[in-house]
């Protein structure tokens, strides 16, 4: 199983990207999606997450201007960010729950940078 995650980069303040993380290998099922995030200097925190069944939490640093969706028949998460400020900068990481010929998940994406400037 190996994860693939894109879309980070570089974007001014109030601007907006989208993330992707796509699950590729023998995969039986998938759970619990979610992303994190770690700023230099600080823990890794979780940003988003949603359930198999739909359900999402978001940290309160980022209700109201990040979106998680899920597309199964991809196995892959979404994270829609607006309205970015310069305190969303770090790396984000893609954490899948995943059913697979070689066990039971979590698994981790590798990271996308994202850099937002005021």
């Known amino acids: 199983v190996q994860l693939q995650a894109s879309g980070g980069g570089l974007v001014q303040a109030g601007g907006s990207l989208r993330l992707s993380c796509a699950a590729s290998?023998?995969?039986?099922?998938?759970?619990?999606m979610g992303w994190y995030r770690q700023a230099p200097g600080k823990r890794r925190e979780l940003v988003a997450a949603?359930?198999?069944?739909?359900?999402?939490n978001y940290a309160d640093s980022v209700k109201g201007r990040f979106t998680i969706s899920r597309d199964n028949a991809k196995n892959t998460v979404y994270l829609q960010m607006n309205s970015l400020k310069p305190e969303d900068t770090a790396v984000y990481y893609c954490r899948i729950e995943i059913i697979s010929a070689q066990g039971t998940g979590p698994y981790w994406g590798q990271g996308t940078k994202v850099t937002v400037s005021s």
């Open positions: 949603i359930t198999n069944g739909g359900s999402t």
């Open positions: 290998g023998n995969i039986f099922s998938i759970n619990n």
